[in-house]
């Protein structure tokens, strides 16, 4: 079992909705991530957060809107999404990123559809 | 550019043999490298890590060697079993990227019975 909880599992949207994902962990971890990865291709990183800072973001539109409202909490707020966005999102959290020696643990991700 | 690659798509081993799966990078400025595995509609999931100033990581059936001088790592699975049958990642970092990590494409391996 996941220690990285991504809800919900499965969504599908037209491109004028607004929906959001949720990502949590209960480990301690200070450092979460968003990735997205397409079919037969690695995840690519999208968003990471310190200590629930935005420390970076890898020049992601912003049709995608992160959030962290606490340490164990991560959100993936969409809007207006275009259909080359449908993709699995991952969630990943990691003990604290100011240190390369430290794993990062991902969600088993949601899969996103776009109408 | 590619940082990271995994240049064999696939690899299929029988079970109970070694199954040698391999990663190259280009970039020295890596020190923390890691494997991961996936199967269908699952996350990755953490196997094992290396970090640069070893050449040898263990962890029961799963060992990591890495080799600097050449910039190649490798991931050996003794013996290999049919729930090993999945997508490996290896993936790298480096301390000031704020753990971000670059993976490779990817190696399916099916261990057959």
């Known amino acids: 079992d996941t220690e990285v909880t991504q809800t919900p599992k499965h969504l599908v949207m037209g491109m004028t909705n607004k929906k959001s994902l949720k990502c949590e962990q209960h480990m301690g971890h200070r450092a979460m991530y968003w990735y997205k990865q397409k079919a037969k291709k690695p995840p690519e990183l999208m968003f990471v957060y310190s200590y629930e800072k935005l420390s970076i973001n890898e020049s992601v539109p912003s049709r995608f809107s992160p959030e962290c409202p606490n340490s164990s909490l991560l959100n993936l707020h969409l809007h207006a999404l275009q259909p080359e966005d449908s993709a699995l999102y991952l969630c990943a959290s990691s003990q604290d990123n100011r240190y390369s020696n430290q794993p990062q643990h991902f969600g088993d991700g949601t899969r996103l559809s776009i109408l | 550019d590619q940082q990271v690659k995994q240049n064999s798509p696939s690899l299929s081993v029988q079970e109970g043999r070694i199954s040698i799966l391999n990663c190259d990078y280009t970039?020295?400025?890596?020190?923390?490298f890691l494997w991961y595995k996936k199967y269908p509609a699952e996350g990755p999931t953490f196997l094992i890590s290396i970090s640069s100033i070893k050449d040898k990581n263990e962890d029961g059936r799963f060992t990591v060697f890495l080799n600097k001088s050449a910039k190649h790592l490798s991931l050996h699975i003794v013996p290999s079993q049919p729930g090993d049958s999945a997508v490996y990642f290896c993936?790298?970092?480096?301390?000031?990227?704020?753990?971000?990590?670059?993976f490779g494409t990817g190696t399916r391996l099916q261990v057959t019975l």
């Open positions: 970039n020295s400025m890596f020190d923390y």
């Open positions: 993936a790298a970092t480096y301390t000031g990227t704020a753990s971000k990590l670059t």
